[in-house]
């Protein structure tokens, strides 16, 4: 649907002909089709928006004159066109433009029908109606609504009648409230909850539809020691580690992310890590332990969110979901959120993260890009190298463990299961899975390979995974290679099942491996050019043997150098290509950067000795230019890197040699320890470097290392990294541990990190033994390094946390915090209680209550003071906080030992216990601040607010307070107000507000001065829409408008221009920090600010952030609209220009342009 549509123009002559016949009146036209808002081919706006997009932006307060100029280009009756052609703006706006509503992309009627359904049956208790019923009642109200149109009474329907209407279709010869009654449907909580029995039905229904492939199902002859083997390797929970750019990273487990203070969390894994199964393993714990309610979505193949809107509404019939989704006592689990409704449509995730604004989430990816930036981030952790050489040893107890490399890449848990479960042996990705799928076509027809390849890489390239098209082009495709019945072959090979219409294959990785033999196969690389997914489909098939033809080898040098490149190096030809040596020659030789990145990048990818000392010199130049290209990360391959090891050597010292030690620390093998010797005896880099270095790429400490263990310990510590991340160094682990009081107390300087480095080591490479020997060395260590090595046990976990908690708390020695504050479930009663005499007791103390629960309260009870008056700490009261519930009897305990004065610890105390009887104890504590507002501090009540948000969440419930003048208000504002008028508290009350943000919006803008105003937004992050006043506000005072990039940092899109343009040139606001902001929440309508902000970046010189912030606003854009923007910008094909248009090309997953800046149009 365009605006040159003859539907459209003939609404609008309608909505300008009613306005005429009906002065005074208002008259509004909504304009409803199932078409979607389709780019104009001809007499397009010049700003290259569609012309039904321009008019909602024109009603929304947009600018009219472009949209005034196209409407006067089309065909209009000579009223309108005068009305057109000599209305100011505001009145073509309030007479023409608002009144209109395009309401495009709207369902068809089948599915409207179901809506209305729905909506009846949600407004069942309201009729006082059965489920039934209600959904049967639409039958009258279409009847009823025909009756009307047709009749020859006044063709009006309104509110009153449509209840009558209802009314009279849902009763029976009864009163059907009494029928209600009479079946118990009547139910206190609101109309639109679904109880906790609907709630776990719906998550059980969504978890069993959503349960991915099982690889194990395909190895149906597979030995019972191999199935066992992996049965134990993947019996440990996988662990997550924190992304954190400075700092400690956290390690958690995923079900520990439900009960952390962020609610939305983001696991990124590389393919074939697992992330799929944990989350939804975590997802089915959950639903067993039944604390909070887990929803499963897998989006990977969703168009958009209204996709996974249908898998909630197809399981739940009736549900609102948005009661659903601001449900407390639910987390929402999401499966491939990279990949959920693809490159092209950044919009949908956004849509879902606003649907979700109030819900927890866990989503799982293989990547996180600028949308992703308001969730909390964690790596996947691939399976430590010991427990992949025990699963392999126990499955192939008569074969020799596989080296170390081999091990290093079965540490995914896909490549795992294919190694064990089959006959499958290899160092490479792609060969596992090509025999991997041999063990599977045993008995099938040979070239029925090639048939599925093509029809898979055919179904990529068209960016779909329909079964229909799939079986489809596999028969077109069958029949030319004379196999029959291919639909039974797919069924019979079992590795894609059709699910939901979709092809979903066992597994991501194995579906890429086939795209990527279909495409060498069909010799079709000038369409795989554009969608860069395609590039991990070639390599896995490269990796499985496949070659590439002459053809598209010269088909892509112009296009892509670094594709033909890697296709060239398939062919394993003595004779390079002429033209793609030509190429290399012209770009390496390029005055522009960019220009001689690329041709490095393919040069090493191409595997082109002579060419590998110029490549490092562009190596060198992006660190004199602080450039840095993510792609280098994978083209220094260790491996190709030890062939030109002399080259390297002669190289190293220059900028960026620190990126070659990395990737060698990384990914390679102790071959290289005798080189790294070589070159720090040569003066090339420090002992420390090389020693680091070396201490990653083997699985010992080599001598010539030793001496150097210190220096690097001491100041090198972060360069360990690599080795506690491949978890292989045992011997370095060992070393550790021996030394581990001297190093903490002499080496590791006091207040540095180096402490969090050799502890990383011990968890990541330490094993029993190496634990067995910490502990043999604990009694005797100094209290700092007991201290600090209860980090390291903690993160390694059970068994060994209670075996070190024995001796620790056994002393009552206070230093061991970490220690003490971690439970042990294998601790028995009579060391805790030996723990609570040597004055460990919260330790011991929590042992109990874990053990015994409600049991240990009169034990408790005995220990409390009779009055609580004055008292700083009353450790009985303080560990009531672990009992799981507790009797409503500890009410009237707690609350008759109340005195005065109350200190601040005890009265956190009390709370806290009170709020462990459940339900009864939230609301006791309410009714008292209700009835005593001013007996607790800001900071007490701010505690009350989160226990009764908790409480909320379990419950379902709210509770509210009657004001004096007759309102009532949820508690959380009731609290918030009072605290802002009556007892304002410079730290804690602005938290306070914040936890309400509409209150605290409302507070900034009209009541607090530009103090106060400060400290409420300080905490108020990402949680506000756009509200103009609270920005005029922000911007009139330059301590506020610092601020505006992070209060408004998840609502950007839904600025104005002009206020967005406001920002920009403010002076007072960070506009690195706002241009991040802009770049996370991208809106196409917002072109104009964008271009502008792309011509300020080209002016300068290359600023890598600066162009990295604008590349990914253009995510949003679709490609036509992209291409038009990079074609026309200035300073086209300069330096800039060309890592600007890279970096765009790497966040939107496409090629733009050709490698001579020619855009691919």
Partial sequence: MTLNSPDVLAAIESLHRLRACNPGREVRFVFLTTSRI?????????????????????ASGGGVEELRVALLQRALSEELRTFVRNSPPEQLRAELFSPMVFACGALEWRSLEESNRRAIVNRRHQLRSTTDMAHRAYDAVFRDAVACALGPNPRCLNGTQLLACLERATSIAIPSSVAVDILGERSERPSTALSIKELRDLAEVLVETGAPPSIDLLFPGAKSSARDALVDAFSVEPRLTEIKSNGVPTSASLLDLIGLPEKKHLIVGQPGSGKTHALWHAANKLLAAGTIIPLYLPAGQATGWHDLEEMVTEAAPGVKLSTLF??????????????????????????????????????????????????????LDLLPPDRVERAVAAATPDEALPPSPVIDLLRLPLLLAIQVLSDARSATTGDLLRQFHAHLMRGLPERFTEALAGAVSDLSLAGTRSFGRLVDELQTRSAKLEITDPAR???????????????????????????????LADAVAERAIDPLRTRESYALAIQSGGRAADSDVNATVREDLVLAAALEISRGADRPVPALTEAFRRALADPRLAVRNRAAIGALEGGRPELFRPALEVLADLGRSSMYPSEWKQALRPKALYAQRATLADWLGAPNSSLVLDAIAEGGGPEWSLWLEQVAANGQISWAEAAATALGCCGDVPQWVRPHLDTVIASHAWLLRPAATRRANRALARFIAIEYERLIESVVELNSSGWIEINRVLVGCGDDDVFGLLLSHFPAMRPRAQELLGFAVVEFGAPWVARFQRVALATGAPHHHKLAKKFSPEIDDETARAWITAGHDEAGWRVLIARHGEGVLPELIKQLPPSFAGVHHIPALAYMRWLPSAPVTLIDEIWRRLGSPMQPKATQDLLNAIARVYPMGIPHIVSFIAEQPNALS????????????????????MLVV???????????????LHCVMSQWEDHFTPELLALTPELAIEYVVNHLDDKRAAAVLTVLKGVAAYNAPLLDRMLAVPALAVLIPQVFAESFDLFPIDALRRCIASSDIDQESLLYRLAATANPLHRAAHENLLERVLTCSPKWHDLHHVADMLRAYSREEVLQIIDAVPHSREDCWFWFVRLVEATRGERLINEDGSVRH
């Fill in 38 to 58: 389709a780019q104009e081919r001809k007499n397009a706006l010049p700003s290259g928006v569609a012309g039904l997009t321009a008019w909602e932006a024109a």
């Fill in 326 to 379: 601001q449900d407390p006592r639910i987390c929402i689990f999401v499966d491939s959120w990279s990949e959920f409704a693809g490159t092209t449509k950044v919009g949908e995730k956004r849509r879902a993260l606003r649907a979700l604004r109030s819900a927890r989430l866990v989503a799982t990816a293989k990547f996180a890009d600028m949308d992703d930036s308001t969730l909390k981030q964690w790596n």
């Fill in 938 to 957: 800001a900071y007490h009540l701010r505690q009350a607010l989160l226990l009764y948000r908790d409480w909320q969440k379990r419950s379902g419930d």
């Fill in 962 to 976: 009657k004001t004096t003048d007759g309102i009532e208000r949820p508690f959380p504002d009731w609290i918030a």
């Fill in 489 to 519: 072959l797919l069924r019979n090979l079992g590795t894609i099942l059709e699910r939901g219409g979709q092809a979903v294959p066992c597994h991501d990785l194995y579906w890429s491996w086939l795209t990527g033999r279909g495409l």
